[in-house]
């Protein structure tokens, strides 16, 4: 990998990348998951400023679809099990190339997605085969801003980070 390259896709993992890892159930099918807002920031950042933001995970959760919307991401992908197969899609889609993905994971099943993109990140309480796998080790946990992180890191590469910050400091990041 080197920074000369754009970024148009950033795709992201969910559980122990987005979140901690953790799920909660309660009675009546209720799940639960925490996200952090931070990242959700980030995200939302991002898609302003033309990034491409997508989820792929291996569960299907209602959480993920509402946290998705609010957020602004239209590409959620949910029980699948071959990530590469979504990546694909998604250049496809987009007309971009695999040189132009971001990708965010913390286990196993992110293993053939994180070889396929080109930048590469996990977050710091990650497996081992992914941490010794990806371009960059978050110094946070999964749902604890490691997103946020690798999202900061692809905008001031990109030079687009000091954009963000302009936005916010100018209403609020709505303009």
Do not use: H
């Amino acid at each position: 990998m080197t920074d000369d390259k754009k970024i148009t896709l950033i795709a992201l993992d969910v559980d122990g990348t987005l979140t901690n890892g953790g799920i909660i159930y309660g009675d009546s099918n209720l799940e639960i998951k925490c996200f952090n807002v931070k990242d959700g920031l980030a995200i939302a950042g991002a898609i302003k400023l033309g990034y491409i933001v997508a989820i792929i995970t291996g569960r299907v959760s209602d959480v993920v679809k509402r946290r998705a919307q609010d957020l602004g991401i239209t590409d959620v992908y949910q029980g699948i099990a071959n990530k590469v197969d979504v990546l694909e899609e998604l250049c496809k889609k987009y007309k971009i190339t695999k040189d132009e993905i971001a990708y965010m994971g913390d286990d196993l099943n992110d293993y053939s997605a994180i070889e396929y993109s080109y930048l590469t990140a996990a977050p710091r309480d990650a497996v081992d085969e992914i941490l010794n796998l990806v371009d960059l080790v978050s110094e946070k946990n999964g749902g604890e801003g490691a997103v946020r992180e690798f999202i900061e890191y692809i905008m001031k590469k990109d030079n687009l980070w000091n954009k963000l910050v302009e936005r916010y400091k100018n209403k609020g990041g709505t303009n």
